[in-house]
């Protein structure tokens, strides 16, 4: 079982849509949850960070649910801009106590006019 | 927002031969930088952790004789890949950890291309 697991795409859909992302993390210990964006051939960008409590960004909003260790995003009134692979991103706790971010495979969205 | 650049972009070259790459972190100081590799439609994959100074640590699976990490001050890695094949051929990007343990600033990436 991966550490991150996010859903594969793409996902396509109509300008104006909302859009939800799933992601599942397996490290129980796990203390911080992020979603990136990265566009093709670019490096990844941070969006936002995610809280225990959810937070929102303009169309943006992120939730994290603890207990069943799923996060969430969700795009709001999608523009052609959003279109860009969107990555979960998890704080893990190593072996030799250290963090380290663990990445999703992504899932891309492309946005249609 | 912290700037991390990255040099060349992309590079083209020979199987057997080395290329390097500079990650620089251009307005604070990075006392840890980390590289990546992504290979297409496929997640970043964590090659090693650099930290000024001293010895770089290596993700299980990755050749440290094969990948070899500089960091030499605290604004400047360097990832040698050494006798480069084709199968070697992918985007590798640094990033620097800033003040906060959790944030990590991105270099653009470098493209590598091994014929």
């Known amino acids: 079982r991966k550490e991150v697991e996010q859903d594969p795409g793409p996902f396509n859909v109509p300008e104006g849509a909302t859009v939800a992302f799933n992601c599942t993390y397996s490290n129980s210990a796990s203390q911080s949850f992020f979603w990136y964006r990265q566009d093709c051939r670019k490096e990844p960008k941070l969006l936002m960070s995610v809280y225990s409590s959810g937070n929102e960004d303009g169309r943006f909003t992120a939730q994290l649910n603890r207990a069943s260790q799923y996060i969430s995003l969700l795009i709001r009134d999608s523009k052609l801009s959003d279109s860009a692979t969107y990555l979960c991103?998890?704080?893990?706790?190593?072996?030799?106590?250290?963090?380290?971010?663990?990445w999703g495979a992504g899932t891309k969205l492309i946005i249609k006019p | 927002g912290a700037v991390v650049s990255q040099h060349p972009s992309r590079v083209i070259c020979k199987s057997g031969t080395s290329v390097k790459i500079e990650c620089r972190s251009l307005d604070f100081q990075a006392t840890t930088m980390f590289w990546y590799r992504q290979f297409p439609k496929q997640s970043l994959m964590l090659m090693a952790t650099?930290?000024?100074?001293?010895?770089?640590?290596?993700e299980q699976g990755v050749e440290k004789d094969k990948f070899l990490i500089n960091h030499a001050s605290l604004t400047l890695s360097t990832l040698t890949v050494t006798s480069a094949h084709p199968e070697d051929s992918s985007f590798y990007i640094c990033?620097?950890?800033?003040?906060?343990?959790?944030?990590?600033?991105f270099g653009p990436g470098t493209r590598l291309l091994v014929l």
């Open positions: 990033s620097a950890r800033g003040l906060l343990p959790e944030t990590q600033y």
């Open positions: 991103v998890v704080n893990a706790r190593r072996e030799d106590s250290n963090y380290q971010l663990i």
């Open positions: 650099s930290n000024e100074g001293s010895k770089a640590t290596y």
